[in-house]
C-alpha cells in the first residue's frame, strides 16, 4: 500500500488518477487473498480519471472496500470470481461501478445489521465526502455498486 499512499498523499492542489489508483488497490487485495480452491480476476475499465487527491482518497478508501467486499463474501459457491470496476464521465458527474459475479447479498443484512460498517463507511463516504449517491443492487448472479458524484465541488 506504500505506493498508493504515496501517490494519494500529494498536496491538494495536485490531482491523481483514480484509474490507476484502483488498478494498484485491485491487484494488490486479489494477490494477497486469493487461495488454492479460489481464483478471482479483477478488472479496471475506464479512461485515466484526474480528481483532487482529496477526493481521490475518498474513492480509494470506498473501493478498498467494495473490492474487500467482494473477496469475502461474493464468492462462496463461484469457483472463478469476477469483479469488475468501470468508471465514465458524463456532464461533470462521475460514476464508478463495482461489480462481481457471486452469489449476491442477503437481502436483509444491508438495511438493518447496524454491525455491518464497511458498507455505512462507503455510504458516508460517498454521501458526505463525496457528496455523491450510492446504490447497490443485488440478485443471485452477483452484487453491483454504484457511486455517482460531481467532479467538482
Ligand atoms: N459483494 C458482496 N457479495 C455478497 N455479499 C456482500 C457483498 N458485499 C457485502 N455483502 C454482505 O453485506 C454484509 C455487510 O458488508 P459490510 O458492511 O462491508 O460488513 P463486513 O464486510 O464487515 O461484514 C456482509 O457481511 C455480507 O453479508
Ligand atoms: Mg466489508
Known amino acids: ?76 459457491t463461484t469457483a472463478v470470481g469476477k469483479i469488475e470496476i468501470t468508471t465514465n464521465i458524463r456532464k461533470q458527474m462521475v460514476n464508478i461501478i463495482v461489480s462481481d459475479n457471486g452469489d449476491g447479498m442477503d437481502h436483509s443484512v444491508y438495511a438493518q445489521n447496524s454491525s455491518s460498517l464497511g458498507l455505512h463507511l462507503v455510504e458516508m463516504l460517498v454521501e458526505e465526502e463525496l457528496e455523491g449517491i450510492l446504490s447497490v443492487f443485488h440478485s443471485n448472479r452477483g452484487t453491483n455498486v454504484s457511486l455517482t458524484f460531481p467532479i467538482t465541488n
Request: negative net charge.
Open 1 to 76: 500500500m506504500g505506493k498508493v499512499h504515496d501517490y494519494l498523499a500529494k498536496n491538494g492542489f495536485e490531482e491523481v488518477d483514480v484509474t490507476f489508483v484502483m488498478e494498484q488497490i485491485g491487484t494488490l487485495l486479489v494477490s494477497s487473498s486469493t487461495t488454492s480452491e479460489q481464483s478471482i480476476e479483477i478488472s479496471v475499465k475506464g479512461k485515466p480519471l484526474f480528481l483532487p487527491s482529496d477526493k481521490a482518497t475518498s474513492v480509494a478508501l470506498v473501493v478498498n472496500e467494495l473490492i474487500q467486499n467482494g473477496i469475502k463474501h461474493a464468492f462462496h
